[in-house]
């Protein structure tokens, strides 16, 4: 291939451009890397100046738009650092908010604006009165009696600025706090402008409307456990220490416990207080069936305690113990044994020995249950035997 001049001059000119250009970049970069981090601009909106409507004492404002940017980080947080949060109620006045932008380096600004929340003007100086108002107890047992609960008419100022007085039947004054000692009572209400001392009066009328707070959390029990003998619901009022607890109804949900060895029902429940109030809810109680009986243990008693309470020998729960996990209504298992009385010290019937043999039948699958807990057999041994004057037991 041929080179032209022309080509020879072309080359050279980009090769010299090239060279300006990475001249010009190369003294950027350098003059960038040289610049000296600054503290980030941040900028805060001019002041935000609210008028309240009528009986307003404050507002919720959304947070306003706050921009910060750094000449070293191009990720810069803004965080406020004083004054009200938005989101909350700024009061009547003057609210001074505060803002800083943090960057990466470490390095903040700062910004503040006023929040001003002008109160409603020219409210009316004329107070009225309602003249029977129903007051309701919260969750607690208390009612704070406010001028919005009491004043008619209008337009009023901040409500929270009136002074709200109760007189019991007496004539005498106990604040404006009610409570549950107070249901059903009906009470005198004053209502006073400081601003001009002009007063209204009414009357009030303290009731409880709140239902008892009523928890039915569902659960599993042992089939050996009866209905009466299941945990109640838990339940509670905030006036009535001694809500009334009555179980309404028993619905079967799964009653054929043999086909997965687990049976369902629901309990249904009311609690009433003493205003009347009632809420219900409803458990369900899940019945689970053992497929391995637990046969009990041998045991060995003193001829003394067996003549003290001769019970000690028999098969019941308080005595040698029954096969515990089985026995109930949901349990379908039948139960029965059969003893044989060995004395074991000649000459005395103080001493003796009952081998007891249990006899578990499967009403599910009909079969005999031999083997228990543990490989445990049916076969229950129950001595009773002597004690000497050293205090120390022997089995003649």
């Known amino acids: ?14 090769g010299k451009l090239l060279l300006i250009l990475i001249t010009v970049l ?4 350098l003059s960038f890397a040289q610049t000296p981090c600054l503290p980030p601009t941040i900028s805060c909106p001019s002041n935000i100046t609210l008028t309240l409507d009528a009986g307003e004492c404050g507002a919720i404002l959304n947070l306003p738009s706050i921009t910060a940017t750094s000449n070293c980080t191009p990720v810069v947080d803004v965080e406020q650092t004083g004054g009200i949060i938005f989101g909350e109620t700024f009061p009547i006045g ?13 390095l903040s600004a700062s910004c ?12 009316t100086g004329v107070l009225a009165c309602n003249d029977e108002v129903q007051i309701s107890l919260d969750q607690d047992g208390f009612a704070l009696v ?4 009491v004043l008619e008419g209008g337009p009023y100022g901040c409500y929270d600025d009136y002074i709200v007085e109760i007189f019991n039947g007496e004539g005498a004054s106990f604040g404006n706090l009610l409570i549950c000692d107070n249901i059903g009572e009906l009470l005198t209400v004053k209502v006073m402008n400081p601003d001009n001392n002009n007063v209204c009066w009414g009357q009030i009328v303290v009731e409880d409307k709140l239902p008892p707070v009523l928890f039915c959390p569902d659960y599993t029990v042992s089939c050996t456990r009866t209905i009466e003998s299941l945990d109640e619901p838990l339940y509670f009022d905030n006036c009535d220490g001694d809500p009334e607890l009555e179980l309404i109804g028993i619905t079967d949900i799964d009653t054929d416990i043999c086909d997965d060895n687990f049976a369902q029902y629901q309990r249904h429940w009311r609690v009433t207080d003493a205003s009347g109030n009632f809420s219900t809810c409803t458990d369900i109680i899940t019945v689970e069936r053992p497929t391995v009986v637990d046969f009990p ?17 028999n098969a019941t729960r308080f005595g040698s113990g029954i096969p515990a996990n089985v026995s109930g209504g949901y349990c379908k298992y039948n139960i029965t044994f059969s003893d044989d009385k060995i004395f074991t010290c000649p000459g005395t019937t103080r001493a003796f020995d009952i ?7 499967d009403w599910c699958s009909g079969e005999i249950m031999t083997t228990g807990v543990g490989g445990e057999d049916n076969v229950q041994i129950i ?3 002597e004690e000497n004057l050293d205090n120390i037991n022997f089995i003649c």
Request: proline residues 4%.
């Open 1 to 14: 291939m041929k080179v032209t001049k022309l080509t020879q001059r072309s080359i050279a000119f980009w």
């Open 26 to 29: 190369s003294q950027a970069l």
């Open 94 to 106: 003057i609210n001074t908010v505060f803002f800083t932008a943090f960057d990466t380096t470490g």
């Open 112 to 123: 503040s604006f006023d929040v001003i929340i002008l109160e409603y003007p020219n409210p």
């Open 146 to 149: 406010g001028a919005d609960d």
């Open 297 to 313: 243990d041998d045991k060995v008693w003193l001829c003394n305690q067996v003549i003290s309470n001769p019970g000690l020998v």
């Open 355 to 361: 081998v007891r043999t249990w006899v578990v039948v």
């Open 383 to 385: 001595k009773v035997i």
